[in-house]
């Protein structure tokens, strides 16, 4: 494997880490909130996890603290750097746009819980 190859896939996987932590901090705010409001959000995290082959609503083994905001945010600065063929520029534009979206919807419903 080559360095770009391999920095690709850091990148990558490191994509995949912040989603899955912010994922997994979101279905914890979801069980806890008596509300339902969460579920505003289910349809930009589950086109997000899929685009990444991320089952959802699967135990997370990392750290589940933080900001699920900012870590979709740092996760879409490093989806622009995810290099790819022509052929699959589609799938990178897709993916960044789904974790923008996902991260303005958790934004949403969780400024609009504050209120």
Do not use: H, N, Q
Request: glycine residues 10%; hydrophobic residues 45%; negative net charge.
């Amino acid at each position: 494997m080559d360095g770009k190859a391999a920095d690709r896939d850091e990148v990558r996987r490191r994509v995949v880490e912040l989603v899955g932590r912010a994922e997994a901090v979101v279905e914890g705010l979801e069980v806890g909130a008596e509300d339902g409001r969460w579920a505003l959000t289910a349809f930009s995290r589950y086109r997000l996890c899929e685009l990444l082959g991320i089952v959802p609503y699967v135990r997370y083994e990392g750290d589940v603290d933080g900001d699920p905001v900012a870590l979709l945010e740092e996760a879409a600065g490093l989806v622009d750097r995810i290099e790819v063929s022509i052929e699959d520029l589609s799938w990178r534009l897709a993916l960044g746009d789904a974790v923008r979206t996902a991260a303005a919807d958790v934004r949403r419903v969780r400024d609009a819980g504050d209120v």
